[in-house]
């Protein structure tokens, strides 16, 4: 953090990455180190050019690291903001905030796109042990289970028969996880809450 002196705590940057869903994208962050978070706060650009932020979620609960944009758009940009709980006494100027990284995502699945994706839901949702992956088509898929920090934890090659695949995931912590299935024609995803 360039606004760090003598006085200040130690402060760790917060790391933004972004997953796309079908008509989505996922947004997943550190937690902030160095100050009590007050808040994160979620901006969007959409403009090529940059710099025109747009608050799309300025009181998200500071032990969450997950939020997902239901209405991307193309060439956009996400950041998130820290509002401190308490003050900090900087020795080269006031600051009131910490920023992530400024993230894009390499593409956008559109309404239109995902028509050609392999759809699928799960259930039960949240789940402690045994989900169920029900596919729209059937075939080859790969399907993964992605943590808050972007770490593979699960992957399983699978030829769904009767467009139902059990997946056991009572070894994961307990967390907010993407589950992702793709093959050749694309990838879809949804957000799992094991608990």
Known sequence: MSNEGQKSAYHRTMFLSTTNG???????????????????????DTTIAGNQWELLDGAINPNV???????????LRYKVEVDW??????TRGAINTTRSNIKSPTSIIGIDESIKINSFSLA????SDIITLSVSE???NTISIIDALGKVVYTEKVHFI????????????????SVLIYNEGGKS???????
């Open 22 to 44: 079908t008509g989505t994208v996922n947004l997943n962050w550190d937690l902030f180190v160095g100050q009590n978070v007050n808040f994160y706060q979620i901006y969007r």
């Open 65 to 75: 690291t997950l939020w997902v944009d239901n209405t991307p758009h193309p060439n």
């Open 85 to 90: 709980l308490t003050s900090c006494d900087p």
């Open 124 to 127: 039960p949702n949240p789940s």
């Open 138 to 140: 059937k075939g080859n």
């Open 162 to 177: 009767n467009n139902n695949h059990n997946v056991d995931i009572s070894n994961l912590s307990n967390g907010v996880y």
């Open 189 to 195: 995803s949804q957000l799992l809450i094991k608990h």
